[in-house]
């Protein structure tokens, strides 16, 4: 790495906590993503991108397998998508991609910081969606601003697109790959800054309901129904036996070589009744369940489904959000190395790839996918951190990454 990308980088690291500080200010929740959304477009305007917007086809992603479930309407919610055409035919292309969407905040009494005010202390900087991934996006923004300033244009295309719905789906990276948005190579900049992410376990959402009489309880015929809450409960009992079998069925020995315990069921949230003396009239169970590539996303649903059906027979099921599969890239290629190396040289130690027990949106991608970008700490948690120090590496990595993956360094 050169003393002037590290020098450029070094007095552009305000420009990045700033970027990431607007994007968290503007609270990108399911269904409110498109104030973060009009940062990073011009943004990209700003830096000689070509940007337009890239809307989600609900009836498409409805009818296949392998995409989201759509939760909200998509008008007024679009994807970002810019483009910057290479001087030189036939140089390969590259696609850095991240999303703006962050997940509720809970229990705002127990953060010591407010989620959405990018407070910078302690090295960090703190908020929702700090770390998952708006830091992520600045950087890689930053990075693209100095690699030109420092470097000329790219050879070949370069692809930025800031996507919705990673959080619930991936449709919006299904609908920036179907635009034709997709490179030779794709970096994605979640929160991996130990290792270079290749892979990720599949993972289905699904809604359980049980109804009830709504009587009091001095009437409930406990006996003839099972009340819905211990419905519920039966439900998951089935479920935790299900998440056991699936680990140790060991069907996917990329995970379970990886992980003692890859595929995790989480009961997210739950809801309904009202009183403690009335047999609920209704009550529900949001659940998201991990499994191998070994099951496609629909065969998994087919089994959580048979499961809740024979143990707890009065609970509805319902499918939402993500039917994400599986998926691993090739870890060692040509863009995998360059992350490795480049981060090696910016940040003094050396990384490799691993996989995750979580998805993320590199599985609809088909080309060499890597999620790379800076530490973060309690991500969809209480106090969600990023690491400045590392974000001032991933600008620098990405710098390098840029140079060399054209051949212009
Ligand atoms: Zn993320």
Same mark, same amino acid.
């Not at 315990?261 to 529900?284: F, I, Q, R």
């Not at 590539?293 to 489904?305: C, Y």
């Given at each position: 790495?050169?003393?002037?990308?590290?020098?450029?980088?070094? +007095?552009?690291?305000?420009?990045?906590?700033?970027?990431?500080?607007?994007?968290?200010?503007?609270?990108?929740?399911?269904?409110?993503?498109?104030?973060?959304? &009009?940062?990073?477009?011009?943004?990209?305007?700003?830096?000689?991108?070509?940007?337009?917007? /890239?809307?989600?086809?609900?009836?498409?992603?409805?009818?296949?397998?392998?995409?989201?479930?759509?939760?909200?309407?998509?008008?007024?919610?679009?994807?970002?998508?810019?483009?910057? &055409?290479?001087?030189?035919?036939?140089?390969?292309?590259?696609?850095?991609?991240?999303? $703006?969407?962050?997940?509720?905040?809970?229990?705002?009494? &127990?953060?010591?910081?407010?989620?959405?005010?990018?407070?910078?202390?302690?090295?960090?900087?703190?908020?929702?969606?700090?770390?998952?991934?708006?830091?992520?996006?600045?950087?890689?923004?930053?990075?693209?601003?100095?690699?030109?300033?420092?470097?000329?244009?790219?050879?070949?295309?370069?692809?930025?697109?800031?996507?919705?719905?990673?959080?619930?789906?991936? =449709?919006?990276?299904?609908?920036?790959? #179907?635009?034709?948005?997709?490179?030779?190579?794709?970096?994605?900049?979640?929160?991996?800054? $130990?290792?270079?992410?290749?892979?990720?376990?599949?993972?289905?959402?699904?809604?359980? $309901?049980?109804?009830?009489?709504?009587?009091?309880?001095?009437?409930?015929?406990?006996?003839? $129904?099972?009340?819905?809450?211990?419905?519920?409960?039966?439900? /998951?009992?089935?479920?935790?036996?299900?998440?056991?079998?699936?680990?140790?069925?060991?069907?996917?020995?990329?995970?379970?070589?990886?992980?003692?315990?890859?595929? =995790?069921? =989480?009961?997210?949230?739950?809801?309904?009744?009202?009183?403690?003396?009335?047999?609920?009239?209704?009550?529900?169970?949001? /659940?998201?369940?991990?499994?191998?590539?070994?099951?496609?996303? /629909?065969?998994?649903?087919?089994?959580?489904?048979?499961?809740?059906?024979?143990?707890?027979?009065?609970?509805?099921?319902?499918?939402?959000?993500?039917?994400?599969?599986?998926?691993?890239?090739?870890?060692?290629?040509?863009?995998?190395?360059?992350?490795?190396?480049?981060? #090696? +040289?910016?940040?003094?130690?050396?990384?490799?790839?691993?996989?995750?027990?979580?998805?993320?949106?590199?599985?609809?991608?088909?080309?060499?996918?890597?999620?790379?970008?800076?530490?973060?700490? +309690?991500?969809?948690?209480?106090?969600?951190?990023?690491?400045?120090?590392?974000?001032?590496?991933?600008?620098?990595?990405?710098?390098?990454?840029?140079?060399?993956?054209?051949?212009?360094?």
């Amino acid at each position: 790495m050169t003393e002037a990308v590290r020098a450029a980088v070094d +007095d552009r690291l305000e420009d990045a906590l700033e970027l990431t500080a607007q994007l968290v200010r503007e609270r990108s929740l399911l269904g409110f993503e498109e104030g973060a959304q &009009r940062v990073v477009h011009e943004r990209l305007e700003q830096l000689g991108f070509t940007v337009e917007r /890239v809307a989600v086809d609900a009836e498409e992603a409805l009818g296949n397998p392998r995409a989201g479930i759509p939760l909200l309407p998509y008008a007024g919610r679009t994807n970002v998508a810019g483009r910057m &055409r290479g001087t030189t035919p036939g140089a390969p292309t590259l696609h850095l991609s991240g999303h $703006t969407d962050v997940v509720p905040v809970e229990a705002l009494e &127990r953060w010591t910081r407010d989620p959405w005010g990018a407070e910078i202390a302690d090295g960090r900087l703190w908020g929702r969606g700090a770390g998952d991934m708006k830091a992520g996006i600045a950087c890689y923004l930053v990075a693209v601003d100095v690699f030109l300033s420092l470097y000329g244009p790219p050879t070949g295309d370069l692809m930025f697109t800031s996507v919705i719905e990673e959080e619930c789906g991936g =449709n919006g990276m299904r609908a920036v790959l #179907a635009a034709g948005y997709d490179g030779d190579g794709t970096l994605i900049a979640e929160p991996h800054y $130990t290792h270079v992410s290749h892979g990720g376990v599949g993972v289905i959402w699904a809604r359980l $309901t049980a109804r009830g009489s709504g009587k009091h309880a001095a009437y409930a015929d406990q006996a003839a $129904t099972t009340p819905p809450i211990q419905a519920l409960v039966d439900a /998951v009992g089935a479920l935790r036996v299900l998440e056991e079998d699936l680990n140790a069925a060991g069907g996917d020995p990329a995970f379970s070589d990886a992980f003692a315990h890859p595929y =995790n069921l =989480n009961l997210g949230e739950v809801g309904g009744g009202a009183w403690p003396s009335n047999v609920p009239a209704e009550a529900y169970l949001r /659940v998201r369940l991990g499994f191998g590539r070994d099951l496609e996303p /629909v065969e998994a649903q087919r089994i959580l489904f048979e499961r809740v059906a024979a143990a707890a027979p009065t609970v509805e099921v319902a499918f939402e959000g993500f039917r994400a599969h599986g998926y691993r890239h090739d870890p060692d290629t040509t863009l995998a190395h360059l992350v490795c190396a480049a981060h #090696a +040289d910016a940040a003094g130690f050396a990384i490799g790839a691993s996989l995750s027990t979580a998805t993320t949106d590199a599985r609809y991608v088909a080309g060499p996918t890597y999620c790379y970008g800076p530490q973060a700490g +309690d991500i969809h948690g209480i106090d969600e951190w990023v690491d400045i120090t590392s974000m001032r590496n991933v600008t620098a990595t990405m710098v390098s990454v840029l140079a060399r993956w054209y051949g212009q360094a």
